[in-house]
């Protein structure tokens, strides 16, 4: 049985329960979770890991899917995690988020926010929910939307309670709540996001009523402290800092901790001058009032779009054989810095590196790095062993990207958006990522910011790997690594637990329990998904779950679960060396325009080495002309040297007919570097 209700454009779809399920005991969010999974990430300090060990790593090899919701539509993604409270399991798939019952997969109430204006004289319909879920306290259920709002609905009956627009009065396209608000004290704080430029934000709410309490930039104005970090010019309007994530909480002491967003523009460092705080930072703010109580900075004046990209972990560090409150950042390069929580001063080593120095830039001469510790992503110098694709090279870390050398490809920041977990058990952090490299390209507009010329690099998807590594926080050395082929999906992040196990969902639609200790593969189950979620973990009338939110649904796994496997999904990325759209034309330009893909208003760069289009199909006998629509000199060759149109001034023609049928790739002569293809039939 269904009904309907609708409040300002939104509807809500309720149904009663088949089997009513005990309320189980309460949990405190500031531990670590037990019985349920009180908060997103397990806890208020986002370790993610569980106290339940009725399964472990003796009994895991009896888990099995005990049940599977119904089909989400739209799916969810690899960022989707659930709240599981009262025997209830919440959480979103945009644009709707869920009430479900934890033991039969069944929907209880089906909030949509909806699309469109609303009626009359009431505000705009709601954005979508964020991808990764909903804070549940005060008998309210708390989310972030895309459109920059907060809403608050009935735990019990998905009713609005409140409905909060916290984003600047002046809307601009970009502008978005992306993750979970976090709740303590009484205040609901949640990020504001944009890769316009726009500055990251952090807001506090009274939790009851949805009134602002108080606000948080994460680029100071003048005059406040940090901003002689800025150069004395508006840049400081428009740097960046976004919030993309989740925060943690300390109730006891009285802060929030959050992970501050990369610099705007992403490759441009030229117009603001020195460290620029607050961005790339693990931040403390006082939870009552938003005072910045301290911060560390882990990347200096960001130009590589290298913002902290997973979520604060609060842990017991041992220092000295001293137990520390201590709160852990891992940087997108897979370096971990574990802190004081109350003072923001390291725990560990610190060291100032010299790193590349470009001029032009403005780049910091020295970064930080966590003396002993190791990264789970390869460094340049392994890269540079690989097998690249010719006419390339291989850069650094920290590496400005320059116009100058347009040919080099990047190790990429690869720690990002998968939250990591910690278990005190082993005292091992396990963080998940991407390892790969990218063809990042500067336009001499330092506001064109484009990631898409990787799609350019043939093969480059070869080398493409995702890991999940081991870190112990004792002593900053890799205790494990593995690596998994990335597919479709992102990386999802893991969870760990007391049962001597790690849970993850890997692109190929596996989910895996991996030895905390070890790393070895001890179960695995086919959810016929490329986008899973990270894992939570709960005790229903004495049985231990395991629930996964898939792009399909939600599957939850207890011993002796008797569901089974689905088929794999389809292949995710393609392994051919050229990929993207095919042209049916014999006409090819040598040049490409290009158009900006962030939120900074059309830009477009004219690329010299992206041959228009990029694959080409044309039947036997046609003839292929070339023309030169750029600068340059180019002179297209075959990548075997059989033919050449010869050198093509600007403005110039050249052609080549193809007899045989097959497949044939070329260069440009002058620039090895730009690829493309011809496909004859």
């Given at each position: 049985?269904?009904?309907?209700?609708?409040?300002?454009?939104?509807?809500v779809?309720?149904?009663?329960?088949?089997?009513?399920v005990?309320?189980?005991?309460?949990?405190?969010?500031?531990?670590?979770?037990?019985?349920?999974?009180?908060?997103?990430?397990?806890?208020?300090?986002?370790?993610?890991?569980?106290?339940?060990?009725?399964?472990?790593?003796?009994?895991?090899?009896?888990?099995?899917?005990?049940?599977?919701?119904?089909?989400?539509?739209?799916?969810?993604?690899?960022?989707?995690?659930?709240?599981?409270?009262?025997?209830?399991?919440?959480?979103?798939?945009?644009?709707?988020?869920?009430?479900?019952?934890?033991?039969?997969?069944?929907?209880?109430?089906?909030?949509?926010?909806?699309?469109?204006?609303?009626?009359?004289?009431?505000?705009?319909?709601?954005?979508?929910p964020?991808r990764?879920?909903?804070?549940?306290?005060?008998?309210?259920?708390?989310?972030?939307?895309?459109?920059?709002?907060?809403?608050?609905?009935?735990?019990?009956?998905?009713?609005?309670?409140?409905?909060?627009?916290?984003?600047?009065?002046?809307?601009?396209?970009?502008?978005?709540?992306?993750?979970?608000?976090?709740?303590?004290?009484?205040?609901?704080?949640?990020?504001?996001?944009?890769?316009?430029?726009?500055?990251?934000?952090?807001?506090?709410?009274?939790?009851?009523?949805?009134?602002?309490?108080?606000?948080?930039?994460?680029?100071?104005?003048?005059?406040?402290?940090?901003?002689?970090?800025?150069?004395?010019?508006?840049?400081?309007?428009?740097?960046?800092?976004?919030?993309w994530?989740?925060?943690?909480?300390?109730?006891?002491?009285?802060?929030?901790?959050?992970?501050?967003?990369?610099?705007?523009?992403q490759?441009?460092?030229?117009?603001?001058?020195?460290?620029?705080?607050?961005?790339?930072?693990?931040?403390?703010?006082?939870?009552?009032?938003?005072?910045?109580k301290?911060?560390?900075?882990?990347?200096?004046?960001?130009?590589?779009?290298?913002?902290?990209?997973i979520?604060?972990?609060?842990?017991?560090?041992?220092?000295?054989?001293?137990?520390?409150?201590?709160?852990?950042?891992?940087?997108?390069d897979?370096?971990?810095?574990?802190?004081?929580?109350?003072?923001?001063?390291?725990?560990?080593?610190?060291?100032?590196?010299?790193?590349?120095?470009?001029?032009?830039?403005?780049?910091?001469?020295?970064?930080?790095?966590?003396?002993?510790?190791?990264?789970?992503?390869?460094?340049?110098?392994?890269?540079?062993?690989?097998?690249?694709?010719?006419?390339?090279?291989?850069?650094?870390?920290?590496?400005?990207?320059?116009?100058?050398?347009?040919?080099?490809?990047?190790?990429?920041?690869?720690?990002?958006?998968?939250?990591?977990?910690?278990?005190?058990?082993?005292?091992y952090?396990?963080?998940?990522?991407?390892?790969?490299?990218?063809?990042?390209?500067?336009?001499?507009?330092?506001?064109?910011?484009?990631?898409?010329?990787?799609?350019?690099?043939p093969?480059?998807?070869?080398?493409t790997?995702?890991?999940?590594?081991?870190?112990?926080?004792?002593?900053?050395?890799?205790?494990?690594?593995?690596?998994?082929?990335?597919?479709?999906?992102?990386?999802?992040?893991?969870?760990?637990?007391?049962?001597?196990?790690?849970?993850?969902?890997?692109?190929?639609?596996?989910?895996?329990?991996?030895?905390?200790?070890?790393?070895?593969?001890?179960?695995?189950?086919?959810?016929?998904?490329?986008?899973?979620?990270?894992?939570?973990?709960?005790?229903?009338?004495?049985?231990?779950?395991?629930?996964?939110?898939?792009?399909?649904?939600?599957?939850?796994?207890?011993?002796?679960?008797?569901?089974?496997?689905?088929?794999?999904?389809?292949?995710?990325?393609?392994?051919?060396?050229f990929?993207?759209?095919?042209?049916?034309?014999?006409?090819?330009?040598?040049?490409?325009?290009?158009?900006?893909?962030?939120?900074?208003?059309?830009?477009?760069?004219?690329?010299?080495?992206?041959?228009?289009?990029?694959?080409?199909?044309?039947?036997a006998?046609?003839?292929?002309?070339?023309?030169?629509?750029?600068?340059?000199?180019?002179?297209?060759?075959?990548?075997?040297?059989?033919?050449?149109?010869?050198?093509?001034?600007?403005?110039?023609?050249?052609?080549?007919?193809?007899?045989?049928?097959?497949?044939?790739?070329?260069?440009?002569?002058e620039?090895?570097?730009?690829?493309?293809?011809?496909?004859?039939?």
């Open positions: 049985m269904t009904h309907h209700l609708r409040w300002i454009g939104v509807a779809v309720a149904a009663f329960l088949v089997s009513p005990p309320v189980s005991v309460q949990s405190d969010p500031r531990m670590p979770a037990g019985k349920e999974w009180p908060s997103l990430m397990g806890d208020w300090g986002n370790t993610r890991y569980s106290t339940l060990s009725q399964i472990n790593t003796q009994t895991v090899s009896r888990l099995g899917a005990a049940w599977m919701s119904p089909r989400l539509t739209p799916p969810a993604n690899s960022r989707a995690m659930s709240v599981v409270k009262d025997g209830m399991m919440f959480f979103t798939a945009p644009p709707n988020i869920y009430k479900i019952n934890a033991k039969t997969g069944e929907t209880v109430w089906k909030f949509e926010t909806g699309g469109g204006r609303g009626r009359g004289d009431g505000p705009p319909a709601m954005g979508s964020n990764e879920g909903v804070v549940v306290a005060d008998g309210l259920v708390i989310a972030g939307l895309g459109d920059s709002r907060v809403i608050a609905l009935r735990e019990a009956t998905g009713e609005l309670a409140w409905n909060q627009y916290v984003g600047d009065k002046a809307r601009d396209k970009g502008q978005v709540i992306s993750a979970a608000p976090v709740y303590a004290g009484g205040i609901v704080s949640v990020g504001l996001s944009a890769d316009n430029g726009w500055r990251g934000q952090i807001v506090g709410l009274d939790a009851k009523t949805g009134r602002e309490v108080w606000r948080w930039f994460a680029v100071p104005a003048p005059g406040e402290p940090g901003s002689e970090s800025w150069p004395k010019t508006a840049q400081w309007k428009f740097g960046g800092g976004a919030m994530l989740v925060g943690a909480a300390d109730p006891d002491a009285g802060l929030v901790y959050y992970v501050t967003g990369n610099g705007v523009p490759l441009s460092g030229e117009f603001r001058t020195g460290d620029n705080l607050y961005l790339c930072s693990i931040v403390a703010l006082d939870m009552k009032t938003g005072k910045l301290w911060h560390f900075q882990t990347i200096r004046h960001d130009i590589w779009e290298a913002d902290m990209s979520s604060p972990v609060l842990f017991e560090a041992q220092v000295d054989g001293r137990p520390r409150k201590a709160v852990a950042g891992i940087r997108p897979g370096y971990l810095f574990i802190l004081d929580r109350e003072t923001g001063k390291p725990l560990q080593k610190i060291e100032d590196r010299a790193v590349p120095q470009d001029a032009f830039q403005k780049t910091a001469s020295k970064q930080p790095y966590p003396v002993g510790f190791e990264s789970p992503l390869n460094d340049c110098d392994w890269w540079r062993k690989q097998r690249i694709p010719s006419g390339f090279e291989v850069g650094c870390y920290y590496t400005a990207v320059s116009t100058d050398k347009p040919n080099l490809l990047f190790p990429y920041y690869g720690m990002r958006v998968a939250p990591m977990s910690y278990s005190p058990q082993t005292g952090f396990y963080a998940a990522g991407e390892r790969s490299l990218k063809w990042l390209r500067r336009s001499e507009d330092p506001y064109f910011f484009s990631n898409a010329f990787s799609n350019r690099v093969g480059l998807n070869d080398l790997m995702g890991v999940i590594g081991a870190i112990d926080s004792k002593t900053g050395k890799l205790a494990w690594k593995k690596e998994f082929k990335l597919g479709a999906g992102r990386p999802a992040g893991t969870m760990a637990t007391a049962g001597g196990l790690v849970f993850h969902t890997t692109p190929d639609g596996n989910f895996n329990a991996y030895d905390a200790k070890t790393g070895n593969v001890l179960w695995q189950f086919q959810t016929g998904s490329t986008a899973g979620g990270p894992a939570a973990s709960f005790e229903i009338d004495g049985d231990q779950y395991i629930a996964v939110i898939t792009s399909a649904n939600v599957v939850a796994f207890k011993l002796g679960g008797t569901l089974k496997p689905q088929n794999p999904p389809s292949a995710g990325r393609p392994t051919e060396a990929v993207g759209q095919i042209a049916d034309t014999r006409q090819i330009e040598t040049a490409s325009l290009v158009r900006d893909n962030a939120f900074t208003g059309a830009r477009y760069m004219t690329d010299e080495f992206a041959f228009n289009p990029y694959r080409a199909k044309v039947k006998g046609t003839q292929v002309t070339w023309r030169n629509n750029g600068r340059l000199v180019h002179t297209v060759v075959a990548q075997d040297g059989s033919w050449t149109t010869g050198p093509l001034d600007p403005a110039g023609v050249g052609g080549v007919t193809f007899d045989k049928p097959g497949t044939y790739t070329y260069i440009c002569k620039h090895p570097w730009a690829y493309a293809q011809i496909i004859v039939e």
